[in-house]
């Protein structure tokens, strides 16, 4: 405290420069090992357990906990695969009124999928199935020919339950962070679409072209465009989301019309 010669009080003493330095400097540690903490995780999940079902193992128990308080009603479109599903927080508002049901989880590769739905898949009898998934499993270099395998093997699982729902596989997407992995996620999208299209049970979802498209006109080689993606450049925003909405519900009523379960 400072005495005042014309008040006669004190006034505060102004902070110490130095404290506020030293201050911004915590701040700075703290925000350096914040994201060194992230980037720990990030390694591990990328190079330990993500690769495998059992990591999200947590995750499908959670699902089967809220479906014993309260079970789904059968006959949605049921949205099942990897985190670009999971973190679709507006799914419901935006295919509204058709009846959804999300079932995303973790980083899930295409064979997660398969390993764990006759837990999150068959039980709900949907009407429709939408799957997400390649995109972590290109990533963590698996080849296409292994994604497009692991497909078919998803497919064969539903139809040997019994379920005729019609299949849509919504295309790997073009993402910044993972684009010197597109020409493999592109050719595993290429199979795919090659199979829906030799089988009328199963149709592809192109949300991948619109994607490329909207990347300026005198950009036709780089990826799409950040502000359809969260600060990582894999996960899409909510323009991101907004261009799947379109594209996802075009396509579901160009196939299936008013069969669309509401």
């Given at each position: 405290?400072?005495?005042?010669?014309?008040?006669?009080?004190?006034?505060?003493?102004?902070?110490?420069?130095?404290?506020?330095?030293?201050?911004?400097?915590?701040?700075?540690?703290?925000?350096?090992?914040?994201?060194?903490?992230?980037?720990?995780?990030?390694?591990?999940?990328?190079?330990?357990?993500?690769?495998?079902?059992?990591?999200?193992?947590?995750?499908?128990?959670?699902?089967?906990?809220?479906?014993?308080?309260?079970?789904?009603?059968?006959?949605?479109?049921?949205?099942?695969?990897?985190?670009?599903?999971?973190?679709?927080?507006?799914?419901?508002?935006?295919?509204?009124?058709?009846?959804?049901?999300?079932?995303?989880?973790?980083?899930?590769?295409?064979?997660?999928?398969?390993?764990?739905?006759?837990?999150?898949?068959?039980?709900?009898?949907p009407a429709v199935i939408a799957v997400y998934a390649g995109d972590n499993d290109i990533g963590f270099g698996k080849t296409p020919a292994r994604v497009v395998a692991d497909f078919e093997r998803f497919v064969a699982?539903?139809?040997?339950?019994?379920?005729?729902?019609?299949?849509?596989?919504?295309?790997?997407?073009?993402?910044?962070?993972?684009?010197?992995?597109?020409?493999?996620?592109?050719?595993?999208?290429?199979?795919?679409?090659?199979?829906?299209?030799?089988?009328?049970?199963?149709?592809?979802?192109?949300?991948?072209?619109?994607?490329?498209?909207?990347?300026?006109?005198?950009?036709?080689?780089?990826?799409?465009?950040?502000?359809?993606?969260?600060?990582?450049?894999?996960?899409?925003?909510?323009?991101?989301?907004?261009?799947?909405?379109?594209?996802?519900?075009?396509?579901?009523?160009?196939?299936?019309?008013?069969?669309?379960?509401?």
């Amino acid at each position: 405290m400072t005495t005042s010669a014309d008040t006669g009080g004190t006034v505060p003493t102004p902070p110490h420069r130095g404290f506020r330095w030293q201050r911004a400097l915590g701040i700075a540690l703290a925000l350096v090992l914040l994201l060194v903490a992230g980037g720990a995780l990030y390694l591990y999940l990328s190079f330990g357990c993500a690769s495998e079902a059992s990591c999200w193992e947590g995750e499908i128990t959670a699902f089967e906990r809220r479906d014993r308080e309260a079970k789904p009603a059968p006959g949605a479109v049921l949205f099942v695969g990897s985190s670009s599903i999971r973190l679709w927080r507006t799914l419901e508002a935006d295919l509204a009124p058709v009846r959804v049901l999300n079932r995303g989880f973790g980083g899930a590769h295409m064979d997660h999928v398969v390993a764990f739905a006759p837990r999150i898949v068959t039980p709900y009898a949907p009407a429709v199935i939408a799957v997400y998934a390649g995109d972590n499993d290109i990533g963590f270099g698996k080849t296409p020919a292994r994604v497009v395998a692991d497909f078919e093997r998803f497919v064969a699982l539903v139809r040997d339950s019994g379920s005729r729902a019609p299949i849509f596989f919504l295309a790997i997407k073009p993402s910044r962070l993972r684009w010197d992995r597109w020409p493999d996620m592109a050719e595993a999208n290429r199979r795919i679409a090659a199979l829906a299209s030799a089988d009328a049970s199963l149709h592809y979802v192109d949300v991948a072209t619109p994607m490329l498209d909207a990347r300026a006109p005198d950009d036709d080689t780089g990826p799409p465009p950040s502000d359809l993606f969260l600060f990582d450049g894999l996960h899409l925003s909510s323009q991101g989301y907004a261009l799947w909405t379109r594209v996802v519900r075009a396509r579901l009523a160009e196939v299936l019309g008013d069969a669309l379960p509401r």
